[in-house]
């Protein structure tokens, strides 16, 4: 019999196109609703009239332009007719970054990082539509990225929802089947997705921070000047709070299977049980005080709860 696509068995392990796109009743029933704070109820406001005031083009003028939006500067500069495209000031998006490197691909409890990140990654996209903004995606797997341009509405997330599953999916093969790739390091995933995003954008990275590279911390600080960067921090129990043991390990090799090791572990009488303050993370005091904003994630929390931890997340600057 073929699992449903909603079989919890399945949810550990595989990103499931369905079941992120049906996420979108989680963000609808949040108790505390600000998707889209317009200062009045009703939900998002409607398009006003005009061009807004935000030139984001200069091109060649076209037949049925207006002429009152004429480039003055370019016209003289190039001798052609050059107009200014507009754009609503308060019109927003969203880059959702999911890191599906070899990495993201464990887990002690409930679910790998890499399905957890794509649907914290799904759910905050949701957040984005319903309060009238524009959705895109950059994902790595595989050694491979993948870029899907902003764009409004369900359509979008249905199109995000398609190729996180099948990212996913190509990346555990490849894991699978032994195959050694060559992944770009989080500084460069960051500088593809800054390369391709309008300045205004918000950029959701959803990552384990594993494998930076030495430049993150420097080029996040950098994006942030021009886009709002959130880094949701999917993090498994056993990185929180590893129990007291000893733990083998084997390290990848060149044909799937490297030497093995030991990992100790033991309680240093400053920790309390089951808890962790993540202000002790040094990943998150670097990057927040380079002005990034990072929210830790726990990849066996439901969606319900990781959905309260988008507050804020909608595109809007």
């Not at 006003?48 to 004429?70: A, K, P, Q, T, W």
């Not at 993540?278 to 726990?298: F, K, N, Y």
């Amino acid at each position: 019999m073929q699992a449903s696509p909603f079989d919890p068995a399945d949810e550990a392990t595989r990103v499931d196109a369905a079941r992120l796109f049906a996420m979108r009743h989680i963000v609808r029933n949040i108790p505390e609703r600000r998707l889209a704070p317009v200062g009045r109820p009703g939900g998002f406001a409607g398009k006003r009239r005009g061009n807004g005031l935000e030139i984001v083009d200069v091109r060649l003028f076209s037949e049925g332009d207006d002429m009152r939006h004429v480039d003055a500067a370019a016209t003289a500069r190039t001798a052609k007719t050059h107009v200014r495209t507009f754009r609503d000031e308060r019109d927003r998006a969203a880059l959702l970054i999911a890191d599906f490197r070899a990495p993201m691909f464990f887990g002690t409890r409930g679910r790998l990082r890499s399905v957890a990140a794509a649907g914290a990654l799904a759910l905050a996209g949701w957040r984005v539509v319903e309060a009238g903004g524009r959705v895109g995606l950059l994902v790595a797997a595989g050694g491979t990225t993948q870029f899907l341009p902003p764009r409004p509405r369900e359509r979008a997330m249905a199109e995000i929802a398609g190729a996180l599953e099948s990212a996913h999916a190509a990346a555990a093969t490849a894991l699978t089947t032994g195959r050694r790739l060559q992944e770009p390091s989080l500084a460069k995933l960051l500088d593809e997705a800054v390369g391709r995003a309008l300045p205004g954008t918000s950029l959701v990275l959803a990552t384990g921070l594993d494998e930076e590279g030495e430049d993150f911390t420097r080029l996040a600080g950098a994006a942030c000047r021009r886009f709002d960067v959130t880094v949701l921090l999917v993090r498994d129990r056993f990185e929180i709070d590893p129990p007291t043991g000893a733990y083998p390990y084997r390290l990848a090799g060149a044909d799937g299977a490297g030497p093995m090791g030991w990992a100790f572990f033991a309680r240093d009488g400053k920790r309390t049980e089951g808890r962790e303050n993540p202000a002790l993370d040094e990943r998150i005091e670097r990057l927040a005080a380079a002005g990034v904003a990072v929210r830790p994630l726990a990849a066996d929390a439901g969606f319900e709860a990781m959905a309260a931890t988008m507050e804020g997340i909608d595109g809007r600057r």
